[in-house]
């Protein structure tokens, strides 16, 4: 390996069944361009899955005993790691072999927070699982570009989300920002810290030609929907402006009214009011984290307007009833609404 390769510490959590994780390991492992290492989280996988992963050189697995979450577990790991560089992987994710060098090197721009892979679909390799996630102002994300030929996203962009598939982000940078807030557990925790970065006038990176294979099987349970509403609500309450939540008031009450009767109608009704008692519990916390994060800010939510969407596209999941007159509505307040944020 060139010694003046960039040292990475790849951090990949392990839960449940992996039948992908042994792969996906020796994957990062095998990278080129880069000085690679990897922190295993067993967050809780079957131990047949951590075995065959296990006793490689290069790889050192953490065992905390509990299920820490996604983001529990991406905090545990990056606080074990040495290398310049952080990446988090998925552990159903394949990186070609030269993918972490060209992602870390477009991270290590100046101007840059972080950068993502161009994340395909493993069954269909022509095809993008994700390549960078719209961000609704509504708090409301989604794989972009699911299904659509890789050729569409050929070139590199700035990005509203990175995926948490496989992303790249100075350590330095990591800790500054303080990783992911652990209380999110898992879901949205990526569109969260995609917000801060460029809260601070950093970008989000889509890389085409680092191409990252994805296991992708998108699954929906009462626990992922409580956690899914509940952080998209978090961030919301937390990363915007008083201006702009003031201005957006209108939209965002009935975007919550359409998750309500979407509830309703789809039967996860109580995990949507779980989701308003714990910010109701919490609600010193979600006050305190607002406070830190408004701090810290150095770029107006009006700048960072134009990188957000007023209509939802998702092609993963089923549009609910209405979905038609809702981005209707909701692209002409925003039209509106835009200009009216604040600028400074």
């Known amino acids: 390996m060139n010694p003046a390769a960039p040292r990475v510490t790849a951090v990949v959590l392990a839960y449940g069944a992996e039948p992908w994780l042994a792969e996906a390991v020796d994957s990062i492992l095998s990278s080129t361009g880069v000085a690679v290492d990897v922190v295993l989280v067993d967050n809780g996988a079957d131990p047949g899955s951590i075995d065959a992963a296990g006793d490689r050189p290069g790889l050192r697995l953490l065992r905390p005993g509990e299920n820490l979450g996604y983001t529990g577990g991406c905090a545990l790991g990056a606080a074990e790691a040495t290398g310049e560089y952080l990446a988090f992987v998925n552990s159903d994710a394949i990186v070609a072999p030269d993918a972490l060098a060209k992602i870390v090197a477009v991270a290590g721009e100046p101007g840059v927070g972080a950068a993502m892979g161009s994340i395909r679909l493993a069954d269909q390799p022509d095809l993008i699982n994700t390549a960078g996630n719209p961000l609704h102002f509504a708090g409301l994300s989604w794989a972009g570009g699911n299904g659509q030929p890789a050729g569409e996203y050929a070139h590199r962009r700035s990005v509203p989300s990175l995926s948490g598939c496989c992303f790249a982000i100075r350590r330095r940078l990591w800790t500054e920002l303080g990783g992911f807030a652990q209380e999110y557990f898992a879901y949205h925790e990526d569109a969260e810290l995609s917000l801060r970065l460029w809260q601070r006038g950093l970008a989000a990176e889509y890389v085409p030609d680092a191409v990252v294979l994805h296991h992708y099987e998108f699954s929906r349970n009462d626990r992922k929907l409580y956690l899914v509403e509940r952080n ?53 916390w979600v006050r305190a984290r607002r406070r830190q994060l408004q701090a810290e800010r150095l770029v107006p939510d009006g700048m960072i307007a ?18 038609g007159v809702y981005n209707a509505v909701a692209s002409a307040y925003w039209r509106l609404a835009k200009p009216l944020l604040a600028n400074d």
């Open 306 to 323: 134009a990188l957000m969407t007023a209509r939802f596209t998702a092609s993963n999941v089923e549009s609910p009833p209405g979905m």
């Open 232 to 284: 998209r609500l978090i961030t919301l309450l937390t990363t915007y402006q008083a201006r702009s939540l003031a201005v957006l008031a209108p939209l965002l009450l009935l975007t919550e009214a359409a998750m309500v009767a979407a509830s309703v109608a789809g039967g996860w009704f109580r995990p949507k009011a779980r989701g308003w008692a714990w910010l109701w519990r919490n609600r010193r």
